[in-house]
């Protein structure tokens, strides 16, 4: 069974404080990725990592960072944390070939408010 | 604005009534997924649609693949309380294999 693990299923920051999410993967995928949900938006794409220390932007990058220093394992940064990034945070990791194996597995989330 | 459309946003329905849930856009997809989320939880997948037309049967679940390629409907027959959860379509891009658009989704409460 693949196996999305995140670091804390709730986490509590205060404004300007640097935020670390870690996520790690046991089935050596090569892809990760980092949505945020929020209510009536569904799920929008942070960064994603095709290999190690490859990465890309998504659709809402600004405020974000990312590392990724081994294949199991990626982090999203929070540089500077403000309340609008108060929100659930879904890794997810897929294997890397272009046809098929389209399914992308989840950890359970990361539910991070920021005052 | 969404680039995919899910409809109704909220559906509460008794156990044993039948329901679909619609999934619409104006952009061309490769493929487009289907997930179900339950509280504390990721989104698991349900199951993936590659060809326009595609009809899919997972139990008392049809999922289906418009002809172009822009929307999709999930339709579950008898619904059972085992079926409440958030349910979420994703379509994968077409210029970007490792993008997928989400829908905002349906949340979805059958009572016993």
């Known amino acids: 069974d693949v196996k999305v693990t995140q670091s804390s299923r709730y986490l509590v920051k205060r404004t300007g404080e640097k935020v670390f999410l870690e996520c790690v993967q046991d089935m050596d995928h090569e892809n990760m990725f980092w949505y945020r949900q929020d209510p009536g938006l569904g799920l929008r794409l942070i960064y994603f990592?095709?290999?190690?220390?490859?990465?890309e932007k998504g659709d809402i990058p600004e405020g974000y960072s990312v590392s990724r220093e081994k294949k199991e394992r990626f982090s999203l940064i929070l540089e500077s944390a403000s309340t609008n990034q108060t929100s659930m945070y879904l890794c997810?990791?897929?294997?890397?070939?272009?046809?098929?194996?389209?399914?992308?597995?989840f950890g359970p989330g990361t539910r991070l408010t920021v005052t | 604005t969404q680039l995919l459309e899910q409809s109704p946003q909220f559906l509460s329905i008794q156990e044993g009534e039948n329901l679909t849930v619609y999934c619409n856009s104006s952009s061309v997809f490769s493929s487009l997924q289907w997930y179900r989320q339950e509280p504390g939880e990721g989104p698991v997948l349900l199951v993936t649609?590659?060809?326009?037309?595609e009809v899919k049967k997972l139990k008392r679940l049809t999922f289906q693949f418009g002809d172009a390629r822009k929307d999709s409907s999930l339709h579950i027959t008898a619904a059972q309380p085992g079926d409440t959860g958030l349910y979420l379509c994703?379509?994968?891009?077409?210029?970007?294999?490792?993008?997928?658009?989400f829908g905002s989704g349906t949340k979805l409460n059958v009572k016993p």
């Open positions: 994703a379509g994968r891009s077409l210029y970007n294999f490792n993008k997928f658009y």
């Open positions: 649609v590659v060809t326009g037309g």
């Open positions: 990592s095709y290999d190690v220390k490859m990465k």
């Open positions: 997810a990791s897929r294997l890397g070939t272009s046809g098929g194996a389209y399914e992308q597995y």
